[in-house]
Each structure stands twice: as C-alpha cells, then as structure tokens.
C-alpha cells in the first residue's frame, strides 16, 4: 500500500503552466552552488519534483484548515555561517556526551558532544562521514514513503548535511540522544532545513530525543524565521525507538515539520510529540509498516495561546497482520489560537488482527480558542479491533470549585487542572529532565489560564 499523507497532486502539463513563483524562490535560495557528489542526483531529483510542485493553500483539503498566506509573505534567505550561540541552559544532563547541535541549520562541532559512545553506535553529521559511511546512509535517506510531498522535497533538495544516528545490530544504546537545533532568528527573516536520519538495524534499541528551540539573535528581539524539517526512522525487525519531538520556536516562527517512521517486523515504534512554540506549525508523521507484529505508540501535546496556529497531520498505514497501534494526542488551547487534528488509520484487507485505537482530547481555554478535529479509520479488513474518537472541553466549573474549597485560588486550581491534563503526556516522556522542563513550561504559560 501507498501512502501519501499530505500530496500535492501536480502533472507535468499543469504544473508549466502555473509555475509558483513563490516555491521557485524558497527553491533557488536553499539549493547551494557546491554539491556533494554523492548526495547530487538526490538533490536534483528533489529539485525537479519542487519545479513540478505548488505551494499548499487551503484548497487542498490536506491543508483546508491551515492558512500558509502569511508565510508566502515573507522572503527568506538561507544563512550561510555558523552563529554563535550559548546552549548551557538547553544541555539535558543524561545526554551531556551525546548531543548534536545544529545553529540554523549548520552542524555546530564545538557546541556537540558524542565522546565515549557504546561500540555499534554511531552519532553524527553526514558531511563528516567517510565515503563509505555516506554510501551506507545513502540507502535510506530520502527513501520513505512521501518523500515527494513538497515541503519534504524541498528539505531534500537543499541537503548539505545532517544528523545521523545509527545503532548497529543487536545494540542496546541506555543513553539518550539529543538532536538539539536551535535557530539565533533576528532581524533578518532566514530559512533552515534540518534534516535528521535515525536506523536501528535488527534487534537494535534506541532513545532519541529531538529538540527545536530558539535563542534570540538581537537583543530584545524575536525574529520571524521558517524551519522545515524532516527526520527519517527506519526499524529492522525487531528494533525498537523511542522518539522524542519538541517544538519550542520562536513566537514569530514558522514550522513545518516531517517525520517519516518505516517500521519492520516486531519493531516497535514510540513518538511523543510536544508543541508549544511557533506562530504556525505543522507537523506531519507518517507511519509506514513493512513487516507483521509491529507496535506504534503515538502520544502528541500541543499547547497554544495567543493567536499560534498549530497543526498535526498523522497516518499510520497498518500493512500487514497482527499489529498494534496507540494515539492519544491532546490540545491546550488558549485566547484566540487554533489548533488542528487530522489522524488517519489505514487497515487494508490482509491487516487481519490489528488492533488499533486512536484518541484526541482538546481543552479549550477561552470562547475565542479554536480546535478542527478529524480522526479517521479506513478499514477494509473484517478481524480487527479499532476504534476511534474526539472530545472538546472546557474546564470544568466544579472541579475548580473543588480546589477553592480547599484554600487554592481560583488561578491556581486552573494551572493545577491543566497541568494534570497535560502531564499524561509528559509524564511518559523517558527523559526525567526533560520532563521537568517541560512541565515547567507549561506551568509558566500564564496566558492560557485566561478566559
């Protein structure tokens, strides 16, 4: 079975004659003079497919509810050279020796650290591999299904680098790897395109934790800037990945992120999703099985304030038998913001005995906050279990009665019930310091606590 989760159907024919300008744009200045040998005919291939491409608007019903006007807006310049950036506050302590650090998008050696790893582990940027290890990548990188949805075409197009993590056969990595990727936005609007590759070779084991994060550029100023981002997961069987993905951009960023899971047989699969930042994000994640007997653990938080638009698209296609898979994303959402949900399930007909269940609950925060929810299940196998659901609330007025009656003031009864709410989530997260910081988080986001 094909997936394809967010297309952008274009023929040849179509696409000469209505040539996007705007793509054209983003698409010459990422694309660098200088190519690799080894990653040219990728890059062209990309290229090509951007040329034949358009730019997603709300007619397309993969994007009905998300409105890319006011990126279109902005001209974006890829920066050339690596920023200087303090991270010491951004270090997770169970991964102080095996951290890559990317500043918009360059590799930055000095602010990494991937000394004394395990033997069959390997940790980082392509451009600093050996030819041989380029070949190796080579062959899965730009390979999932989707890989022609255009966003993704681009980040391929403009390839000069990226975080590898590569866990050999039978290796069990107990450390946690932290892919850190920090944008210093300023008064200039920039463009990054971080790309991540993750294989876990049969029996493999591995922690990943993928972090996007700014650090303001001027003094007292958050610039506008746009990440695209992609991260490729490959399991062999019996592999098995815990994936951690945080969005902490900027207020006046832009995000559209792809995260692409090709899973083996017996492999197991976990993705926890938080999203906090970003003045638009979009996150696609896309679950492709190969083999039976898998397991797919999808937990996402997105929580939003202000007037933050923030999107999940995700799919998971269920390919063969006896397989299992787990959603439960939440939303916060405050003020004016708008927050989507778009979930697809797909059990064909030879997925007999998959067991599947999918769940989002919203909590809305204000009369002015906004949720699109959409869970789906395409089902054409007849022994299965799946089931499927949504549910929007509010606070409830006698739970926060309840907390006042018992001396805690009424805002405080509110940042108590929403941590709880969130903390279901987090709480899974297997990096106790990261779940620290990310409670605080949202226990530091006053806004949304208001009507």
Request: charged share 20%; proline share 3%.
């Amino acid at each position: 079975m094909t997936m394809q989760v967010s297309p952008i159907p274009v023929t040849e024919s179509t696409t000469l004659l209505n040539n996007d300008d705007y793509l054209i744009g983003l698409l010459s200045e990422v694309i660098l003079s200088k190519t690799e040998s080894c990653l040219l005919e990728l890059r062209q291939d990309a290229a090509n497919w951007v040329r034949y491409s358009t730019f997603p608007t709300t007619r397309n019903e993969e994007w009905r509810f998300t409105d890319l006007s006011a990126l279109r807006q902005v001209q974006f310049h890829l920066d050339r050279e690596l920023q200087s950036v303090d991270i010491s506050p951004l270090i997770l302590p169970e991964a102080v020796n095996s951290r890559l650090v990317f500043v918009n998008g360059i590799y930055a050696p000095d602010l990494s650290a991937v000394a004394d790893l395990p033997s069959g582990l390997v940790v980082g940027n392509l451009a600093g591999f050996s030819q041989s290890q380029q070949e190796s990548v080579k062959q899965y990188l730009a390979q999932a299904e989707g890989s022609q949805e255009v966003f993704t075409a681009l980040n391929t197009a403009g390839i000069s680098d990226a975080a590898v993590v590569w866990v050999a056969k039978n290796v069990i990595v107990e450390t946690p790897i932290h892919l850190l990727f920090v944008n210093t936005a300023g008064e200039k609007a920039t463009i990054s395109q971080p790309r991540c590759l993750v294989v876990a070779q049969s029996g493999a084991s591995v922690t990943v934790v993928e972090e996007f994060i700014n650090r303001r550029g001027a003094e007292n100023a958050e610039g506008v800037y746009f990440t695209n981002a992609v991260t490729e997961v490959w399991l062999d069987e019996n592999a098995q990945v815990s994936h951690t993905r945080v969005d902490r951009e900027g207020t006046e960023a832009f995000h559209v992120g792809k995260t692409a899971v090709t899973q083996a047989r017996d492999s197991r699969y976990t993705c926890h999703a938080v999203t906090f930042g970003g003045k638009l994000s979009r996150h696609n994640l896309e679950i492709f099985q190969t083999g039976e007997q898998t397991e797919t653990t999808l937990n996402g938080l997105t929580m939003i304030s202000g007037k933050q638009v923030a999107d999940t698209h995700s799919a998971i296609a269920l390919n063969h038998p006896h397989s299992t898979s787990r959603q439960l994303h939440k939303c916060i959402v405050g003020d004016r913001a708008h927050a989507v949900f778009n979930g697809k399930v797909f059990v064909p007909k030879a997925s007999q005995l998959t067991n599947a269940g999918q769940l989002n609950r919203n909590l809305l925060l204000s009369s002015k906050a906004r949720v699109d929810t959409k869970p789906q299940l395409e089902i054409t196998a007849d022994n299965v279990k799946c089931a499927h659901g949504a549910t929007v609330s509010q606070l409830e007025d006698d739970e926060i009665f309840y907390l006042q009656s018992r001396g805690i003031n009424e805002n405080d009864a509110r940042k108590l019930l929403i941590n709880a709410f969130a903390a279901e989530i987090i709480n899974q997260i297997p990096v106790k310091s990261l779940q620290e910081i990310l409670l605080n988080t949202v226990n530091s986001l006053k806004s949304v606590t208001n009507n």
